[in-house]
């Protein structure tokens, strides 16, 4: 009973550096997200999917990218880190009736680019 | 665009007492969901209610119940009987289409 599965944990980058963050959900889920969370600002929608082979862009896509190879895995890239990028980032999935089902998220990666 | 705004940035409860989080939101949509999170200290997104906004009845889970005001735009959430296990940062999250727009949280202590 998984869930929605974020790989990895913690991670510590340089600036220039570059990586990705996996996320896994079991629950067939056809929308995914992924978000960042900064002190005194909330989470924040970075990049979504609603299906497989489908991104979008949410409130604060730069410096991000994404894809969805399979339904079940959402991954976010950083290219070429910088340390305004240092901030917990969390993912989440939803059905696709999204409006009448709460997002399911992951326990959360925090990233630290020095 | 949708805001979320939260405007206690941080409260304190006694043990055992009702406290109040303020949740007030901007939209011109009318179709639309709200939502109040939970996180902990071990990062974890817990959704402890949800609020359909063409519903009148107010959502209620257990300790937790809503106040829905939807001409005022405000969403509070009450927490009844406060225990230590509510110590925790709130989001509150207004949901319309396919996303989610969250306020900048409140965290609340409660003390023994």
């Known amino acids: 009973n998984a869930g929605v599965t974020q790989t990895p944990k913690f991670r510590v980058l340089k600036t220039g550096q570059s990586m990705t963050l996996l996320c896994a959900q079991d629950?067939?889920?056809?929308?995914m997200y992924w978000y960042r969370q900064d002190p005194g600002m909330g989470l924040r929608l970075i990049h979504y999917s609603v299906g497989e082979g489908t991104t979008a862009k949410g409130e604060v896509p730069d410096g991000y990218n994404v894809s969805r190879l399979k339904k079940q895995n959402f991954l976010l890239g950083l290219e070429s880190a910088a340390p305004s990028q240092t901030s917990v980032y969390f993912c989440?999935?939803?059905?696709?009736?999204?409006?009448?089902?709460?997002?399911?998220f992951g326990d959360g990666t925090r990233l630290s680019i020095l | 665009a949708q805001t979320v705004t939260q405007s206690q940035p941080e409260m304190s409860v006694q043990e055992a007492e009702t406290v109040t989080l303020s949740c007030t939101y901007d939209t011109s949509e009318n179709n639309y969901y709200l939502f109040w999170y939970k996180q902990p200290p071990s990062r974890q997104m817990i959704l402890v209610i949800r609020?359909?906004?063409?519903?009148?009845q107010n959502a209620t889970e257990n300790r937790f119940s809503v106040n829905f005001q939807k001409a005022a735009k405000s969403f509070s959430l009450k927490i009844s009987d406060s225990q230590l296990g509510d110590t925790a940062m709130y989001f509150c999250?207004?949901?319309?289409?396919?996303?989610?727009?969250f306020g900048a949280g409140t965290i609340l202590r409660v003390k023994s």
């Open positions: 609020q359909e906004a063409y519903k009148q």
């Open positions: 629950m067939n889920h056809e929308y």
């Open positions: 999250a207004f949901g319309y289409g396919n996303k989610l727009v």
């Open positions: 989440a999935s939803s059905p696709l009736d999204r409006m009448s089902q709460p997002q399911h």
